[in-house]
Each structure stands twice: as structure tokens, then as C-alpha cells.
């Protein structure tokens, strides 16, 4: 049954190998007896080896950079402070007292929430529609293509998309009498025209991650539904939605986390303007950083965002978590 | 039976489709179509439709204006890079996750998934600390090292290597397969759906690449095709569309092209696999 395995491979990990090699077999068909003891431990060194390298990159660029940003955070860290002054929580009070700061907090939420659901729905319709055609392919590309332009390429067409004279959105919208809308340079719509073209990009991934959880329904409960003489609308509310919870629970986690990384295309379209209309948490913690080179508070801003990240996530997998997955396995 | 009826579902479900499909392409039709006109009709605002006489000028501009060659080189090794370095790291700690039970896997397993929640891009101030202090700022390495340690990639892989049967494992054991043997010919193979999956999307993520590679580099030997996008910009500030969108295509067709070469394999795997949650 075993196939050949690759000889490079095997002189790559000769001393892995000779550790690696017969310990667990060893335990599980001779258990027992004298030499159990160092069978365990011999399992033991191969689970800390097959660990090891991963858990120190993560505690490189993950958990050290937790407690870096925690720490820096109640210091005074500055281009004219080259020695940090220890100042408790002054960082934080700054920004809890700031007006700026409530506005780009709010800026993140509007863009979360007017993101994260549109997506979502908009990707559990088109997936049960293609899911329901027999031509699935190119509805399947044009639908999920944008997620492998880069923002920094798709930024660079909504611009032209959005451009007030020459663009070809505000063209069309000409046709109906609604003239020049300066949608990245009036602060009413910056926020929404970045929002719309993040729809666009992740739209396709959203929906084949629905794609595949609609795999998982069995089609008798359809035609249950049907000879109940349920509708379209009512069939899906009632059996495909619960039967899709895993997937939009996963859908949810992975669009939280994706709603608080947007930056590509705020630095490249509207560098968080007019004034801080479409400014949010990254972006202005990029700017503490790296324009400002105000570091106490920069690490301020990261701490807040790591706690919200946190806390949000906990959240979720606290209120639908358990229920959800235990349905799935 | 109820033929009729469907037929007219069928209808309207494909003309949402298609009317949908058209809004998607539009941007990335517009790309394409710009890259080969003549700037200026480009201005005088007749960009829609294609041009008669496509001219490859806004390409040959860009190529003398800006080292794209050598920004594609660099994304392609650092894409490279993180992703053979992730599945050497993490298929062994998958493989224990998914395998080898012990008393605390479920809470250690809490360390990688964390990681999930924590994207690089909120950590980045942290991490460019870390990059200075070890004398890595504007080398490809430090665009790689950060993302390795995947916890993404440890969830998909566990899941995966979960489905393999016990059966299989207790015949290789009796077989005298060693754990390594085990992982490289049987779980790998087995798992493939989830390594094709996770392969493209760490290599499309990653291609996407934009605040970290511009944070971490300062130099256009080390710059990767977005940064340099940005950077060709901000310096041909002038509303030159036609040469922008060449550069647009430019980074984004190599992912594309291997997307439709790929489709099949992979949404067959990304319907097959453990994505559903």
C-alpha cells in the first residue's frame, strides 16, 4: 500500500527519521512491559519536535508581539523621546479622549457591519442560484476572480471607476440625473465607496465556501419541502439556512478579521480622507507608527485592536460556537 | 412534472447570473481594455468600448519607467517562500494535532488558532521591532518569515488528516511505517483537496501582500509587484490611465491565468475538502 517515497526527502530528514522513525508503532503493538517508559518518552520527543518550529515562529511574530505592544503601550515613545518614559495608561486616556479616535473607531463599525452582512448575503444567494443551474463554471469565475486581483491592482481601477468626470459610475448615474458625485473626495461617501469595492472583492470567496456547505445537504429534505409546498424563498429559509450554519460561522470569523485588516485600498485610494472619513483602526495606527513615529501610542492603538479582536471572536464562538461545530462533526 | 415551472425558475436564476457576472468583470474588463489603448482617447472619454487598433505602447512605458521584472521576481520568491516554509512546519504539527493525541493537544491547539484572529497587518508595529532587532529590514526574509507559522493552515491540515481512517494508520503501522513515512505516503496523498486549497489561497493572500512589504522594504531591489504598483503611482502622478492599467494587468494576470488553469482542480477540492466550517 505505501508508495515510493522521495529519496531526497529521506536524506533531507535522516536525523529527524532516526528519531521519528518506529516510536509510536513500537507503543501501540508492543504497549506494555519493560520498555514502556521510554516509548512514552520517545512519543513524547517526536510530538516535541513536530511542534516545535511552528510554536517558536508563533511565538516569534504572534505572542512576543502581543506582550511588546502591551508593554510599549504605557510608555512615552516618541522621534523626540528616544529613551521611553514609563506613564501608565496616559497613551490610552489620549485617545479615549479624543474625538478623532471615536470617529475612526466608528468608521471601523460602519465598515465591519455595512461589509461584513451585504457580503454574506449577497454570497448565500449566489451560491444557492449557482448551485441550483447546470452551467456552474463561469458564473463560478466571474463571481470569485476579484479575490485573486490584488487590492492594490483593484485599487487602482475603482479609482478609475470612481473618478467624478471621467469615471464610468458616475456616467451611468449621469444617465439618470444625478450629476458628479465626488464619491473618494466628498467625506459623505469615501467610507461607502471603499465598502462597495470591498464587497466586490470578496464576494466570490464568501460564496464557494457556501458552495461547499450546500454539497452537504441531502436533496430529500427538498423534496420534502416541496411536496409541503414551500416556495423558493421559504424552502431555503427553512432548510438550507440551519443546514448552512457551520459554513456561516466560518464566513463570519474569517469577514470579522478581514473587516479589520482593510488598508491596501484606504492607503491607496483615499489615505483615510477626506480629513479621517474613511481613516480606520489599521490605517491610523499605521499612521502613529510609521508617519508620526509616535510609538507609545501606536502600541496603544495595536493593544486596543488586539483586545477587540479578542473579545469579538470569543464572542461568537462563545454564542454560536459549540452548538454549530458539534453539528458538523 | 413540473417541468414548466422550472423552466421559467431556471430562467430568471440564470439572468441574475449573468447580469451579475457582467458587473463583476466590469472592472477587470475596463483593466484589459485601457491597457491597450492610446492614453488619450482614453481621456476624451471613449474607454468603453475596445480599441480597433490595440497597442502594446502602454506596456513597453511601464517596462522602461519602472523595474516590474524585478518586482515580480521578488513576489515570486517570497510567495514562494512562505508557502513551501508553512506546510514544512506545519504538516508535522498538524499531522500530532490530527494524530497523536496527549493530554493538552486541544489547549496547545488554541495557540495556532489564535493566531487566525490576530492577522499580521494589527501587529505590524511589533513586528518591524522584531525585524530591526534582527538587522532583516529590506530583505526578502522579512517579507517571509511572519506568515510562516500559520495557524490557518494547521486548522485546514488537522482537519484533513483527521479523515484518514485509524484502519490505515494501524496497517502502515503493522507495515513498520515511521511516522515520517506515514505523513509523506499516506496522509499527504489523502489530504490533497486540502493542500491544493490551501496552496492557492495562501499564494493569492500573499501575492496581495501590501502593508507589510511596504513597511519592511525601501529599496526596488527588494520590492515586491504590489508595492511597486503603489510606488509607480505616486510617481507618475499624471491621470496616465492607460499606462496604470498595463502596470494593473501586469501584477495581477500571472494569479488569474493560474486560476483558470487551475479552476477545475481546485473548486473541486474547495467543494471536497474541510472548508465547510
Redesign the interface.
Known sequence: ??????NT??EF?HH??LV??????YS??HGGGVTTVYKTKR??L??F???L??????G???????V??LH?SLYKSNAFTPQPIFQWFDNYVRFFGNPIFWEVVTNNVIFAVGTIFPTMLLALF?AI??N??K?K??????????????????A???V??YDPS?G?INKLLGIFGIHSIGWLGDQRYSLLAIMLMTV?KN??YYM??Y???L??VPAELYDAARTDGAN?FLKHLHVTLPLL??????VF?VSI?QS??V??QI??MTEGGPGYSSNVL?YY??EY??KFWQ?GR??AL?SI??LI??FL?LIVFGVFGRR??YQ?G | MFIRKTDAGNWIRYSILVVTSLIMLFPFYLMIIMAFKDPKSILAGGYLAPSLEPTVSNFVRVFEAASFLTYLENTVLVVTGILLLQLLLIIPAAYVFARLKFRGSGLLFIVYVIQIMLPLEALILPNYRIMNSFGLINTRIAMILPFVGSGYCAFLLRQAFRQVPQSLEDSAIIDGCGHLRFIWSVLLPLSKPTLIVFSLISVATHWNDYLWPLIVTDSNRVRTLTIGLGMFVQHESGADWGMLMAATLFISLPLILLFVVLQRRFIESFLTSGLKG
Open positions: 500500500m505505501l508508495v515510493v517515497v522521495s526527502t529521506v530528514c529527524a527519521c521519528l522513525s518506529d516510536g509510536l508503532s501501540k503493538l512519543r513524547y517526536t510530538i519536535i513536530c511542534l518550529p511552528s510554536l517558536v515562529f508563533l516569534i511574530f504572534t505572542y512576543y508581539p502581543i511588546d505592544a510599549l449566489f442560484l449557482v441550483e443551474v452551467l463554471s463561469p458564473f463560478r469565475l466571474a463571481l470569485f476572480y476579484p479575490l485573486l486581483v490584488p487590492y492594490a491592482a483593484a487602482m481601477v475603482w478609475f471607476m471621467l464610468p466586490w464576494v466570490g464557494l465556501i458552495l461547499a456547505g454539497q452537504n423558493w450554519g457551520p459554513s456561516t460561522l466560518f470569523v478579521i479589520f485588516k488598508f491596501t492607503y491607496l489599521i495606527t499605521y507608527a510609521f510609538l501606536a502600541s495595536t485592536m488586539i479582536l479578542l471572536v454549530i461545530t458538523a
